[in-house]
């Protein structure tokens, strides 16, 4: 049964914002919501019409926002609330969305709920965060993780993680993720009675917090906000090894959604579509936390990836090697589309704030080949600010805000060959994170003055994308050549009688194939870069170079 969905969605492309590295436009080496207001309308030239807004609300910074404070309130160093307000309305001028990043499932110690909870004296929140009933009560012990599981299912089985002695209350309390981040209470699946603190979902404490919960988004949906990135979608019950208990959280906000902000969004980190789809999100990213697909793509060797073992010998599918197998990510990818089919959408994103930038080892001939496979996907597209002009990853970088091996990800953009790339005119020591150091560094003015370069190849694929409804969120992918440990890829899109041919070859060397073509009429080319094609009989002949890609319109036979 479909559900309904926003509008705007089918002709989506969101720009993920890192805002600390983004532009700092009162000197004092932090990016900023007037930064962003000051880009928006680079932001649209790329093609992108909605943005994903990383944690802006006050916080400690121990985990780069992830960590909150107060949910209701912009942290100063972005700016104020009358600013995100200025912002939501200059996106929604230009036609643009704005969504915001949600924290559910944690807030950092300094929150107040959390100060009161940690009193020994029983109050409001007592109960709001999961506390033992003693501090000396030991957690239980690890239950054994699946042979061949995913980060997903790990952090589903794995025990709780406690912090003991703090404040004066008697017990310890559980962590989602650092130790400063004290999980929110929303009950446990099923409930030890062995151990009265581990209240039902039921209980007026966790049911409480869902209230909250739900009163934050509505605050920000009534101020002009087009939905939110939650953050660790799948953490909130704890207990919940098979996540019922979490999805029919889901689906209770989701109801909300549609009676209420029918044009806003819902969308999930679960890296897990059929979980979080029939949840009620209306998308979830592919991503490194769940199944191996998305590392299989362009992050699996130990180099781009951190969490292989070292030694493990695997390729990437998107590889001047060509080593890699394409069938690892798409037989995941069809059966999680096949589920999820008239539900929402799956997005497989550049990368994000979390992961080694999709630039890293690569030039941009690959760069270019693995925007047109971005940008010719169903479901959503995502674009991590930066990767459009190629930024690298950044090695050896001192942890920032909890980043550790992900500081690298997060480096100022850059913008021009001015002092700190054009990022920020504070001294150079007083940045949030220093600007490369690479000599002829990627920026965005000098890729705008180049014709043939990464930023303006995405910037005609998004045009493409958005005058080719085929090629948007609804329009179906049927394979036609995808074998496994083979080269190429292709595949067709269509919708509505039109169909799209895309054809992708990420390896560094040249390859012909030949393909069973949906009809006997010509293929006429829309964009390409190193490949040809022509018919043979009643099958289609595809020639292409190393590192090529083509996109062709597959028009019918002419009525005799």
């Excluded at 944690?55 to 960590?67: E, I, L, R, T």
């Excluded at 209230?211 to 988004?217: A, F, N, Q, S, W």
Aim: glycine share 8%.
């Amino acid at each position: 049964m479909k559900r309904p969905s926003p509008a705007w969605l089918s002709r989506a492309i969101f720009y993920e914002l890192y805002p600390q590295s983004f532009l700092d436009t009162n000197a004092d080496g932090i990016g900023d919501l007037p930064g962003v207001i000051a880009k928006l309308d680079y932001i649209k030239s790329l093609g992108c019409n909605a943005v994903w807004l990383n944690p802006c609300f006050v916080s400690p910074m121990g985990d780069a926002g992830y960590d909150v404070a107060d949910f209701y309130h912009v942290d100063p160093r972005y700016g104020t609330d009358a600013d995100l307000v200025r912002l939501f309305a200059a996106a929604h001028r230009r036609g643009m969305k704005v969504c915001l990043d949600l924290v559910a499932g944690h807030t950092s110690t300094a929150h107040p709920w959390f100060q009161a909870s940690a009193k020994a004296e029983r109050n409001k929140y007592s109960d709001w965060f999961i506390w033992t009933n003693s501090v000396w009560e030991r957690p239980a012990p690890p239950k054994p993780a699946p042979a061949s599981g995913t980060i997903l299912q790990a952090m589903s089985t794995a025990p709780l993680q406690l912090v003991r002695g703090y404040g004066e209350r008697d017990g310890g309390y559980v962590a989602n993720y650092f130790y400063f981040q004290p999980a929110l209470n929303y009950g446990f699946a099923h409930p030890d009675p062995t151990k009265p603190w581990q209240l039902p979902v039921s209980h007026p404490a966790p049911q409480a917090v869902r209230r909250e919960m739900k009163k934050i988004i509505r605050h920000f949906l009534d101020l002009g906000c087009d939905g939110f990135r939650v953050d660790m979608a799948f953490s909130l019950v704890k207990g919940d090894t098979d996540f019922r208990e979490t999805m029919l959280l889901w689906q209770d906000m989701r109801r909300m959604f549609d009676r209420d902000y029918p044009e806003c969004v819902l969308i999930s980190e679960w890296s897990d579509p059929e979980k979080a789809i029939t949840a009620g999100f209306h998308m979830d990213f592919m991503i490194h936390l769940g199944h191996p697909a998305y590392t299989s793509l362009f992050r699996a060797e130990p180099a781009r990836n951190r969490s292989l073992s070292i030694g493990q010998k695997t390729a990437s599918y998107f590889d001047r090697r060509g080593a890699g197998d394409i069938r690892i990510f798409l037989d995941y990818y069809l059966a999680q589309r096949a589920a999820t089919r008239g539900l929402g959408h799956i997005s497989v994103p550049t990368g994000n704030h979390d992961i080694i930038r999709l630039a890293h080892g690569r030039n941009a001939a690959e760069l270019k080949v693995a925007f047109a496979f971005f940008y010719t996907l169903p479901g959503i597209p995502y674009l991590y600010n930066g990767d459009e002009i190629g930024m690298d990853y950044v090695r050896g970088l001192v942890s920032k805000e909890g980043g550790y091996t992900r500081t690298g990800s997060r480096t100022p953009m850059q913008w021009n060959t001015t002092a700190n790339a054009g990022f920020s005119t504070a001294p150079r020591d007083k940045l949030y994170l220093p600007v490369t150091s690479k000599k002829r560094a990627a920026t965005v003015v000098g890729q705008e003055r180049d014709p043939a370069s990464l930023l303006n190849c995405l910037r005609t694929l998004a045009a493409l994308r958005a005058r080719t409804p085929a090629l948007q969120a609804n329009g179906d992918l049927v394979p036609v050549y995808a074998r496994k440990k083979k080269y190429p890829f292709a595949y067709l899109r269509t919708l509505d009688g039109d169909t799209i041919l895309v054809a992708l070859n990420p390896s560094g060397r040249r390859v012909s194939v030949l393909l069973d073509a949906p009809a006997r009429g010509e293929a006429h080319p829309l964009l390409i870069a190193g490949a040809k094609i022509r018919r043979a009989g009643s099958r289609l002949c595809l020639e292409m170079g190393p590192l090529s890609y083509g996109l062709f319109r597959l028009a019918p036979a002419p009525t005799p």
